[in-house]
Structures are given as C-alpha cells and as structure tokens.
C-alpha cells in the first residue's frame, strides 16, 4: 500500500502536468488509489477517507507551486455533491471500486472488467456464470479460474485480441487484490458479487422493507422473477439466485457454504412437498414471512421515528 506524505496530494502525480487533465491509469495505478484512499480496507471510501479522497480530487487541479489551495466550505459541499451525485450509483454516500472506476480514467481493457454499463439482469445469470467458472466446484474462484473469466469478458467485448496472457495474469491479480477482501487469494461468493454487479436485487425494494403488505401481484412479479425457464419451479440456478439475493439482506460477506446451510433451511421450512425446488405456493410462504417482519402487527403502535414514513 502506498504511504501517505503529510500535506502531499496523492492525486496530483496522475494529472498531466500541463493541462492538469488526469492521465490514463494503469491497473496498477488503479489498485495504488484504491489503496490509499481506502484505509481500513472495508471496501468502501467512505467517512474521513472520503472526505479527503473528494478533497484531493478537486485540488490535484491545482499546480503544486501554488502557494496555498483554499477551497471554502461551501464550495467544497458543492463539489462533493455533484460528484457523488454523478458518480455514487446506488446512492449510500460512499464510493466503491466499480464507482471510482468511473470517477477516474484508466486503460479501456481494463476498465471493461468493471461492467459499469453492463451489470446482470440477475442473481439467476449471476449463478449460472458462477458455477461455469469454478469449474472445480470448490466454492471459490480461484486466480487461474478469475483468469478464464476476466478473458471471457473481453471476449464479449472483442477485445480479447488486443490483450496478451501477461497483460491478463497482471489483471487477474489487481482484480484479486482489488475484491478479495479476507485476503485469502481467492473470491468467495460475496467478493465475486461486487466484480460482477446485478442490476437490482429485487428483494431490496420497498415492499419487503416497508409497512405495506405484500400482495398476490408483488408475489407474481418474484415468482417470474426466479423461475426463468417458466417450468412452474425455483430450482438450481434460480433457487441459488434467490438465495443470494437473501443472503445479501443478512450479510456482506458470504460464501458458497453460507448459500448451502441458507438453501437447507428454506427447503427444510417451506419446501412442503420435498421436491428440493420452490413452487409458487412454497415461495409465497417464504415472502409473506419475510413481509411479516418488516411489517407491524395491525393496531399496534409505529416505532418512534416511523410515523414520518407513512406518507
């Protein structure tokens, strides 16, 4: 990890000394950012690292010979706004590695891994992808797997042609470096989830954290959601996807295990007729349970502070 030089701007050295514009970042460079910015290595720049981080951001475009870099509280709260309206995607406040990969200019090869315009439609193809590249099925994505995946992508962007293997193991190993957050030296499945992004997991919408009670039409719209074959079943695949959508409402970090023991006491509690799939019958248990909880009973008192969220 890079060390910090008190009073030093570290975005400074990757702007163009002329027109101030930043350079093209390496992946290597990339990774050196990420580092430096994110201090306790959570994933995230957020709290103080943020602060500065946004701070050195709009100052790098200052020369170094100048005398002082003022930029008054006001006019700072501006840019902050703007950029992380621009650039904090799903709105939590801080920036992630796939966000400061926009934020920052880096080599078009490279910046094709991170999927920003171009996330899943599901945790359902998620899994599918999954499980064709940890081709041992040992649960984890492992660097020679990661290597066979990152060349599939730039595959499908044509560009496989343009990178050489050296080139790929260098971004195999930032990738891991990047999202391998138990340092382990491979991606479990909650590592793999932040390099390969789903459009929305959907049982994050309001209505499975809200006061308002599902309803037939919202179990419909799961239903179609999971069962992507349209054979009556959630199963393989689709009960994974499913599972990894719930498994991301508990926790941040998760596993293949985590995703087994998960499956075997959903099956265990509400798969009726023991079939090992989900019908819809056996997932409307599972929704309206999930609902139940986040819904007071009726007659009883909000919570202090909900009664600003009725409206």
């Given at each position: 990890?890079?060390?910090?030089e008190p009073g030093k701007n570290f975005?400074?050295?990757?702007?163009?000394?002329?027109?101030?514009?930043?350079?093209e970042l390496t992946a290597a460079q990339?990774?050196?950012?990420?580092?430096?910015?994110?201090?306790?290595?959570?994933?995230?720049?957020?709290?103080?690292?943020?602060?500065?981080?946004?701070?050195?951001?709009?100052?790098?475009?200052?020369?170094?010979?100048?005398?002082?870099?003022?930029?008054?509280?006001?006019?700072?709260?501006?840019?902050?706004?703007?950029?992380?309206?621009?650039?904090?995607?799903?709105?939590?406040?801080?920036?992630?590695?796939?966000?400061?990969?926009?934020?920052?200019?880096?080599?078009?090869?490279?910046?094709?891994?991170?999927?920003?315009?171009?996330?899943?439609?599901?945790?359902?193809?998620?899994?599918?992808?999954?499980?064709?590249?940890?081709?041992?099925?040992?649960?984890?994505?492992?660097?020679?797997?990661?290597?066979s995946f990152l060349r599939h992508l730039?595959?499908?962007?044509?560009?496989?042609?343009?990178?050489?293997?050296?080139?790929?193991?260098?971004?195999?190993?930032?990738?891991?470096?990047?999202?391998?957050?138990?340092?382990?030296?491979?991606?479990?499945?909650?590592?793999?989830?932040?390099?390969?992004?789903?459009?929305?997991?959907?049982?994050?919408?309001?209505?499975?954290?809200?006061?308002?009670?599902?309803?037939?039409?919202?179990?419909?719209?799961?239903?179609?959601?999971?069962?992507?074959?349209?054979?009556?079943?959630?199963?393989?695949?689709?009960?994974?996807?499913?599972?990894?959508?719930?498994?991301?409402?508990?926790?941040?970090?998760?596993?293949?295990?985590?995703?087994?023991?998960?499956?075997?006491?959903?099956?265990?509690?509400?798969?009726?007729?023991?079939?090992?799939?989900?019908?819809?019958?056996?997932?409307?248990?599972?929704?309206?349970?999930?609902?139940?909880?986040?819904?007071?009973?009726?007659?009883?008192?909000?919570?202090?502070?909900?009664?600003?969220?009725?409206?």
């Open positions: 990890m890079a060390t910090k975005l400074r050295q990757f702007r163009d000394k002329s027109t101030r514009d930043f350079k990339f990774m050196d950012v990420w580092n430096h910015y994110d201090e306790d290595g959570n994933g995230y720049i957020e709290g103080v690292e943020l602060e500065q981080f946004l701070a050195e951001l709009i100052t790098s475009a200052c020369p170094a010979s100048s005398s002082r870099e003022v930029l008054s509280a006001v006019g700072f709260s501006e840019l902050k706004a703007a950029v992380m309206e621009a650039f904090d995607c799903n709105k939590d406040g801080r920036i992630e590695i796939g966000e400061l990969a926009e934020i920052l200019p880096m080599e078009e090869n490279f910046l094709l891994l991170f999927r920003r315009d171009n996330p899943l439609d599901s945790s359902v193809e998620f899994m599918k992808i999954w499980r064709e590249f940890d081709s041992d099925n040992s649960g984890y994505i492992e660097a020679d797997e990661l290597k730039l595959k499908q962007a044509k560009r496989d042609a343009d990178i050489t293997e050296e080139q790929l193991i260098v971004y195999a190993d930032t990738m891991l470096q990047l999202f391998d957050r138990n340092r382990d030296g491979k991606l479990q499945l909650s590592e793999m989830a932040k390099l390969l992004p789903v459009r929305e997991n959907f049982l994050c919408r309001p209505i499975f954290k809200g006061r308002n009670r599902i309803t037939k039409d919202d179990i419909v719209r799961v239903f179609k959601l999971y069962d992507r074959d349209g054979n009556g079943s959630i199963e393989n695949e689709e009960l994974h996807g499913f599972l990894k959508d719930l498994m991301e409402l508990i926790h941040e970090d998760y596993d293949a295990q985590d995703l087994e023991e998960c499956k075997s006491t959903l099956l265990k509690n509400c798969d009726r007729n023991k079939d090992g799939k989900i019908n819809f019958d056996e997932l409307t248990l599972v929704l309206m349970a999930m609902n139940n909880m986040s819904c007071p009973e009726e007659g009883s008192e909000p919570a202090p502070g909900e009664e600003e969220d009725q409206e």
